[in-house]
């Protein structure tokens, strides 16, 4: 168990849809990343939230947004959802950031996201 | 942008047999460097990682990784794996100043007993 923890683990919609993925990190860490792995892509970094802001951007599509809030939990909304979005989502948390040294990245277990 | 290879995406091997899983990456600036394992079913956890000092790096569970700066690899090996090692492996870059990992395309690794 990684200490990060994330809701729900699979997730059925359909089409058009909108969903929300939720995260929470480990007790003390800042930073929360979003990862989307999917068959053809592979693992793809979304985007970071350090201590509530954006710290980061990555592959992320304009449908897709998060936030994260002053308890530290972040959450990934995803909208207009097509059948190219099911993929496996994942969190991970860090203490910090990376500067002169890394914060090692700890993965949830990952949300299944299914779209019909 | 940085990229990363991994060039076995299907390894099957006997228990007892050395194991190496290539990586490479392209990028030209400093980058720290990173193998993670996902065994099934479970999250996804960090076996080993690089940023600086000694290019041999030895992990949790026997693996170590060497890396060659000259040719942009970052090679794991374990000298004699175990059933339980069945898993996928994924390498993983970050470059220095930057937050997000990109991940190799991970190699599915089954050890047969």
């Known amino acids: 168990d990684s200490g990060v923890t994330q809701t729900p683990k699979h997730l059925i919609t359909a089409t058009g849809q909108r969903v929300t993925l939720r995260c929470s990190p480990r007790?003390?860490?800042?930073?929360v990343y979003w990862y989307q792995q999917s068959l053809d892509q592979g693992l793809q970094f979304l985007i970071q939230?350090?201590?509530?802001?954006?710290?980061a951007k990555g592959n992320i599509l304009e449908r897709f947004s998060a936030q994260q809030f002053p308890d530290l939990h972040s959450e990934l909304n995803l909208s207009s959802l097509e059948l190219g979005d099911s993929a496996l989502y994942f969190c991970?948390?860090?203490?910090?950031?990376?500067?002169?040294?890394?914060?090692?990245?700890?993965f949830g277990p990952g949300t299944r996201l299914t779209v019909l | 942008a940085q990229s990363v290879s991994q060039h076995n995406h299907h390894v099957i091997l006997s228990e007892a047999a050395s194991l190496e899983l290539g990586c490479n990456y392209s990028?030209?600036?400093?980058?720290?460097l990173f193998w993670y394992v996902q065994y099934p079913g479970q999250h996804l956890q960090l076996l080993l990682k690089?940023?600086?000092?000694?290019?041999l790096v030895k992990g949790i569970k026997g693996f170590e990784a060497e890396f060659i700066k000259s040719k942009f690899s970052f090679n794991l090996r374990k000298p004699s794996v175990q059933w339980s090692d069945t898993a996928e492996y994924f390498c993983?870059?970050?470059?220095?100043?930057?937050?997000?990992?990109?991940f190799g395309k991970g190699t599915h690794l089954i050890i047969q007993p």
């Open positions: 991970a948390s860090s203490k910090g950031t990376t500067g002169s040294s890394y914060n090692e990245q700890f």
């Open positions: 007790s003390g860490d800042l930073s």
């Open positions: 939230y350090y201590n509530g802001e954006e710290r």
């Open positions: 990028y030209g600036g400093t980058v720290n």
């Open positions: 690089y940023f600086s000092g000694d290019p």
């Open positions: 993983a870059v970050n470059a220095r100043g930057a937050d997000g990992l990109t």
